[in-house]
Each structure stands twice: as C-alpha cells, then as structure tokens.
C-alpha cells in the first residue's frame, strides 16, 4: 500500500511541476496558461451550475440529460487525448519504456498522471454537478458520489486504453492520416441530432429520450441512473459499473505490455519524391520561389495541412445543409456568401503561426532573411502558396452553397467574399505568427495545436486571428448578408490590401524579434 502511496505521489508531483513549469516560462507562455486557467475556471463553474438545473426538469429527462452529458464525456475522453498525442509527454507509454519500473507501478504513474491537471478536475466537478440535479437524500448523494467517482475512473482508464492500443500508429504518418478521417467522420456524426432538428425531423424532447434509452445500459448510463435510482438498485448498478471499470483497467494494462515491448514503426525509413517545378514555370527563380516551392510541399505532405482544407469544406457542407434545411425554402444570397466567407476563414486561420511548422529549421530562413523585406517576401511566398490550394476550394465551396441554398447567382459575391476574407486572414496572421509564435512538434498528430506548455499559447494566437478577421471582414459580409451584394466586388481588393499591409506590419515587427520568434518554434519536445 505505502509502495503504491509513494507512486502516486511520486508521478502526481512530477505531473504538477510540469504544469507549474508554464509558470517558469517566458511572458506570452504566463499568459496563455493564465488564459488557460481562467477559461477551465469559467467552464468547471458553469458547467456545474448546468447540471444541477437539471433538478428542475422533470425525473424522467433530468435522468436523460445526465445521461447523455456523461456518455459525452466519456467518448470525448476516449477522442481528444488522441487528437492530444505528443503534447502530453504522460500519453505515450514509449517515454517511460526505458526507466526500471514494474507494469503495476507504470499502470498506477500513468493513471496518477491522467487524474492530475486542470481538465481532469473541469471534468470531476462537472460531473460532480449531477449529485445536485439528480440525487435525492442522504443515501442517494453517498451512492452519487460513488457514482461520479466511478464515472470519472472509467473515462480515465478508457482514454488510456485508447491512447495505449493506438500508441505505435500515431507516431507514423499513415497513423495521423487515419485519425484525422476518423475524427472528421466524429464531427459528422455528433452533427447528426443538429441536423435532424433543424430538418424538423422530431422534437428535442423525443430526440433526448430516444438518446437516453438507448444508451440506459451502457456504463455511463447506469452512472447516472445509480444516482437518480438510489436505493439497492442504485448499488447493483454500481457494482455492474465497478466491474467495467475493472475489466477496462485490465484490458489497459495488457495493451500497456504488449506498447513496450512493440517496435516504433515511426523510425522506419520512407522515399522521398522529385519536386515537379512546376513552379519555376510561373514565377521567377528566386526566393519567392523557393518559398512557395516549400510551402506546396509542406501542404502535400503534412497531415496537419490536409486536415485544415477537409474540415473547412466538411463544416461548410454541414452548416449549408443544415440551413438550407430548415423548411424556409430558399436561403437568399446571403447564405452562401456567409458560408464561403466562413470557409475562407477557417483555411486561413492556419497560418496564424506560419513558422511554427518549421521548427528549428527556421534558422535558415532567419540566416537568409537579411531586411524586413526579405521576412515580407517570406510570408508573401507562404501566403501565395496557400492561395494557389485555397482559391479553388473556395471556389468549389461558392458553387455548392449556391446551388444548395437555391442562389446560384450569388456564387459570384460568394467567391469575391470568400477571397476577400481570405486576404484578411492572412494579414492578421502576419502579426500574429510573430507576435504569439509557438512549437509545432514534428511527431505530433494532425489537429496538435502547440508543444508541451504551449497550448494558451495556441488559444490565445488562435482566439486573436479569429476575433481579427471577423472584425476586418464584417464590412463587406455583413453588408452583403443585408442585401448590398455589390459591396462583395471590393472584397477582394479589401483582402489584397489587408494581406500587403499585415505582411509589412508582421515584417516589421518579425525582423526584430527573428531570435525570439526562433526561440518560441524551437522549443524541446
């Protein structure tokens, strides 16, 4: 017993100086792990506010919204600690393969690990929230707490299991690639109740019942039900839930075994391909060249890319479907223009860290830029090539919205806004590439956002890009949505200037703070 204290103390200890470690970091690292936390903060509080309104529902759906509350908090933690992999040192069992520990005391480090943080307690006293919506007297709150904790358990054992079992493929390209469809079909699928409200296909309330019943035997659904039920019942479901939790953990420490003692195929040797140069065809050799010539490649081959183009298309598709289903008949021409707008935003939000893809090979750009023109000519090239990819997906998202939303004359100003919004997003993320700059881990999954401590960071860089190019681009889309179609014209040439005087401004600002901005993209992972 004192041998397991002493491991959990030891891995929780380790896990809380590596949080504390945010603190020890430069200025923008304090301040995106105080972001961080007061965002944790505001959404434990709120969160636990939520599910003890539930009381004032009716038995029955309060019973049914807690349900299926705890059944999305166990698929998520079973889903983002995968899209997660790589900026948590604790989620890969081959960082740990090579010290002298036994199975049971890794098993009970890495379960210790998965508890400690902020999330892990977000997720607690949301959960904990439940006792106050659902149970009832003094034996109802002793079976509750049972429940929660039981609850909180199976969710870090099933997200273990998860990260442990597919450990080796997400350390490979191949792997990466797989998961990004995957979690794309995820988003696909939670859609699914949103799409089918909006197509007037039943009421909430028939939907939600339908939800609960269907997940009432699952364990997340006997937690919830252990609460609301009490009595022997609510502790016969119980035992049945402790029982999961048990046969998940061993499951978990058997994949654990089998993780150590597999070789990392993500040190296999791959080919590399010729370039085509077909870009020396068009632009003259130089280094705008050699920076879209990068750039085209990096899009071709880094999953992380692939990922932003695809679920900018996929959200698209689904909010046009979703309005365009909503019995209204058609949408007017300013739904498409709304959507390509959207879409135009989200592929160029990806180049709020422009360099944080390069890493630590930067350092032969910061050699070869020599002015700020040269840094200007640099993210000219990044954002040229980006524009190449984007305009046709942009223009492809326009026609589909069009003719979806039953305004194909609209697809015109739908393609000038999305441009426009483009062009804007680009000059914001001039600034901020070299304003926030952050590590983009090589080995990491497609949707990794930062390096280890550096995910306020991400946040924040991301919140500023988006806040930015929705006010910049509010002009002409919201004038467009009211009718002044015309006003979508000018957007691109809007776009083109905020691009040109973003860039200048991010030069400016880049060029003197180049051995910063190196420091920040190059930290050890």
């Known amino acids: 017993m004192s041998s397991v204290a002493g491991t959990v103390a030891l891995f929780g200890g380790l896990k809380l100086r590596l949080l504390a470690g945010n603190l020890r970091g430069d200025l923008a690292r304090k301040l995106g792990f105080a972001f961080t936390l007061v965002m944790a903060v505001g959404l434990a509080l709120l969160g636990?506010?939520?599910?003890?309104?539930?009381?004032?529902?009716?038995?029955?759906?309060?019973?049914?919204?807690?349900?299926?509350?705890?059944?999305?908090?166990?698929?998520?933690?079973?889903?983002?600690?995968?899209?997660?992999?790589?900026?948590?040192d604790t989620l890969d069992p081959s960082r740990l393969s090579l010290f002298p520990l036994s199975m049971?005391?890794?098993?009970?480090?890495?379960?210790?690990?998965?508890?400690?943080?902020?999330?892990?307690?977000?997720?607690?006293?949301?959960?904990?929230?439940?006792?106050?919506?659902?149970?009832a007297g003094v034996g109802g709150v002793l079976l509750g707490i049972l429940a929660v904790l039981l609850q909180f358990a199976l969710?870090?054992?099933?997200?273990?299991?998860v990260t442990t079992s597919l450990s080796?493929?997400?350390?490979?390209?191949?792997?990466?690639?797989?998961?990004?469809?995957?979690?794309?079909?995820?988003?696909?699928?939670?859609?699914?109740?949103?799409?089918?409200?909006?197509?007037?296909?039943?009421?909430?309330?028939?939907?939600?019942?339908?939800?609960?019943?269907?997940?009432?035997?699952?364990?997340?659904?006997?937690?919830?039900?252990?609460?609301?039920?009490?009595?022997?019942?609510?502790?016969?479901?119980?035992?049945v839930l402790a029982l999961v939790v048990v046969a998940v953990a061993w499951l978990w420490i058997k994949a654990l075994g089998r993780a150590l003692v597999t070789p990392d195929v993500s040190t296999q040797g791959g080919t590399v391909g010729k370039g085509s140069g077909l870009v020396d065809?068009?632009?003259?050799?130089?280094?705008?060249?050699?920076?879209?010539?990068?750039?085209?490649?990096?899009?071709?081959?880094?999953?992380?890319y692939r990922v932003v183009w695809f679920s900018s298309v996929v959200v698209t598709a689904l909010l046009a479907f979703s309005i365009g289903n909503q019995g209204d008949g058609p949408s007017g021409p300013g739904t498409p223009i709304a959507l390509t707008a959207m879409a135009g935003l989200m592929i160029a939000l990806q180049l709020g860290n422009?360099?944080?893809?390069?890493?630590?090979?930067?350092?032969?750009?910061?050699?070869?830029?020599?002015?700020?023109?040269?840094?200007?000519?640099?993210?000219?090239?990044?954002?040229?090539?980006?524009?190449?990819?984007?305009?046709?997906?942009?223009?492809a998202v326009a026609v589909a919205a069009g003719l979806f939303t039953g305004s194909p004359e609209a697809i015109v100003w739908a393609l000038c806004a999305g441009l426009g919004t483009l062009g804007v997003g680009f000059g914001i993320g001039s600034v901020t590439s070299v304003v926030i700059p952050y590590t983009v881990p090589e080995r990491l999954n497609a949707f990794t956002g930062a390096a280890?401590?550096?995910?306020?960071?991400?946040?924040?860089?991301?919140?500023?890009?988006?806040?930015?190019?929705?006010?910049?681009?509010?002009?002409?889309?919201?004038?467009?949505v009211f009718g002044a179609l015309w006003v979508c014209a000018f957007a691109p040439f809007y776009g083109l200037l905020a691009e040109v005087l973003g860039r200048r401004l991010g030069a400016k600002i880049g060029f003197a703070r180049l051995p910063e901005v190196l420091a920040a993209v190059s930290k050890p992972t």
């Open 168 to 239: 080796s493929a997400l350390r490979t390209r191949r792997g990466r690639d797989v998961l990004a469809v995957a979690a794309l079909g995820a988003v696909l699928v939670f859609q699914l109740p949103n799409l089918l409200v909006n197509s007037d296909v039943g009421d909430p309330l028939a939907l939600l019942h339908g939800a609960a019943s269907v997940l009432r035997w699952t364990p997340s659904g006997l937690a919830a039900h252990a609460i609301a039920d009490g009595g022997l019942v609510g502790l016969a479901e119980l035992v």
């Open 104 to 135: 049971g005391t890794l098993a009970v480090g890495m379960f210790t690990a998965s508890a400690t943080g902020v999330w892990p307690l977000v997720t607690l006293i949301v959960t904990a929230g439940a006792l106050a919506g659902l149970a």
């Open 354 to 395: 422009a360099f944080g893809i390069d890493g630590r090979s930067l350092w032969m750009n910061a050699v070869a830029i020599g002015s700020e023109r040269g840094l200007s000519i640099d993210l000219a090239g990044r954002h040229l090539a980006n524009a190449l990819v984007a305009a046709p997906l942009l223009l």
């Open 48 to 88: 636990f506010f939520l599910m003890s309104l539930v009381r004032l529902a009716p038995a029955d759906v309060a019973a049914d919204i807690v349900v299926v509350v705890f059944t999305v908090f166990l698929v998520s933690w079973m889903i983002v600690p995968l899209l997660a992999f790589g900026l948590d």
């Open 281 to 304: 065809r068009f632009l003259p050799d130089g280094p705008l060249a050699a920076v879209v010539t990068k750039e085209l490649k990096y899009i071709r081959r880094e999953p992380r």
């Open 155 to 161: 969710c870090l054992v099933a997200s273990r299991l």
């Open 452 to 480: 280890p401590g550096q995910g306020g960071q991400a946040v924040a860089s991301s919140m500023g890009a988006l806040l930015g190019i929705v006010l910049l681009s509010a002009p002409f889309v919201v004038a467009a």
